[in-house]
């Protein structure tokens, strides 16, 4: 079992910078695939960024890509989303999840495991 918890999140201005963190306890954090996933009202949750479990492996939404940074530090635990140059549309509750095996997925139903969320809003 594996228990995941979001921080970092807030209200900023457009154009600004914000970092999530998702701490992970449980068993060997390498053994796990990463991903960032957000979600709005009335949508269904939507792809954000994924990392495998030794970091190598990187994927993007088309819609982040160039402004977010996913990273992750193997021996703390946690999984990190650098976010540049927000814009409103970034407006979302965003989650951590953790799959099961190493390899970086971008299908939501992939993942075993998900955080409580964190609420990020971007004024225009």
Known sequence: QVQLVESGGGLVQAGDSLRLSCAASGR???AYAM?????????EREFVATISGSGSRIYYADSVKGRFTISRDNA???VYLQM???KS???AVYYCAARNGVVATTDYYNYDYWGQGTQVTVSS
């Open 28 to 30: 060997t954090f390498s």
């Open 35 to 43: 991903g960032w996933f957000r979600q709005t009202p009335g949508k």
């Open 76 to 78: 703390k635990n946690t």
């Open 84 to 86: 540049s140059s927000l």
């Open 89 to 91: 549309e970034d407006t």
